[in-house]
């Protein structure tokens, strides 16, 4: 998803190093996180998974994701350059509860930020709204819907996750490049209505 733009970006000077933005893309365990990033990603990400064993019984809820062998234990890490002037730095978070203090050192300098949910386990994605809401961070709701199938309509999943009409949702397949995308263009067109009424 590389964007090419002749023309530097107002108040930027050309030669200048490119702006940085990052953005975190978080949700509950086994929700698409890992495959987002690598779906959108220019290089190839920087994961950190590890597989799952015993010691994880009873502590890692996999209830509706049994057939999940690896979970990301610190951070997934991609880039997408959206023209010369600007290089957007995607960080997953890591899903399990007992990663979760993490995310106060992930969140630092965050422009914004990507939920995933998945209709089968909505509940999964509370913990990461919670967290941006009390922060004041932007984000936009990604729907991972899984092999093209979506168990909720868009509407009840608003419901669910009592989502305001301002917050951006897309449904799709996140392992597709172009779902993803569309994602990070909600959340950047939400961005520059947040920072527009600021």
Known sequence: MVFADSEPAVGVRRGAPPAAVKILVAGGFGVG???LVGAVSEVTPLRTEEYLTVAGEGIDDVDGVEDKSTTTV????????VN?????????????????????????GALGAIVLADTRRLESSFASIDFFESRGIPFAIGVNCF??????????????LTLGPEVPLVMG??????????????????????????
Not at 147 to 160: F, N
Request: proline share 3%.
């Open 33 to 35: 996180k890992t495959t």
């Open 74 to 81: 610190a951070m997934d890490f991609g880039r997408i350059t």
């Open 84 to 108: 010369p002037q600007l290089v957007v730095y995607l960080f997953g978070t890591p899903g399990q509860e007992r990663f979760w203090f993490m995310w106060n050192d992930l969140v630092q």
């Open 147 to 160: 092999h093209g199938h979506a168990d909720s309509s868009e509407q009840e999943v608003r419901d669910a």
């Open 173 to 198: 397949d996140m392992r597709q490049r172009e779902v993803g995308r569309d994602v990070l263009l909600a959340l950047v067109e939400h961005l520059i209505v947040v920072m527009a009424a600021t």
